[in-house]
Nanobody, 120 residues
Framework: QVQLVESGGGLVQAGGSLRLSCAAS????????MGWYRQAPGKQRELVAR???????NYADTVKGRFTISGDNAKNTLYLQMNSLKPEDTAVYYC??????????????WGQGTQVTVSS
């Protein structure tokens, strides 16, 4: 079982920055992959950024060059640095942790979400 607690959301003007944090209940070194997803009103949840443990990160085309995913093993925390925010980035952002069995993604854990609102 992995518990995830997000923080750092809020209201920001277009062009501003926010950093989201996701504190995990276990060492993130032991989690196979972690990522950030978002869901805007009336839309499906979508991947924002994801990083496989020991691998590279991948980003949605809409956030490439503006968002950066990173982790701090010592603090068991995943971050999402969001720069040059746009109104279309407004959504609830969710932290995700994947556990794999024999290389197959078998278990997903989610945080409660944190609201990000970007005003124009």
């Amino acid at each position: 079982q992995v518990q995830l607690v997000e923080s750092g959301g809020g209201l920001v003007q277009a062009g501003g920055s926010l950093r989201l944090s996701c504190a995990a209940s276990i060492s993130i070194f032991s989690i196979n992959a972690m990522g950030w997803y978002r869901q805007a009103p009336g839309k499906q949840r979508e991947l924002v950024a994801r990083k496989v443990n020991g691998g590279s990160a991948n980003y949605a085309d809409t956030v490439k060059g503006r968002f950066t995913i990173s982790g701090d093993n010592a603090k068991n925390t995943l971050y999402l640095q969001m720069n040059s925010l746009k109104p279309e980035d407004t959504a609830v952002y969710y932290c995700n942790a994947e556990l794999w069995d024999w290389g197959t993604r078998t278990r997903d854990y989610w945080g409660q979400g944190t609201q990000v609102t970007v005003s124009s």
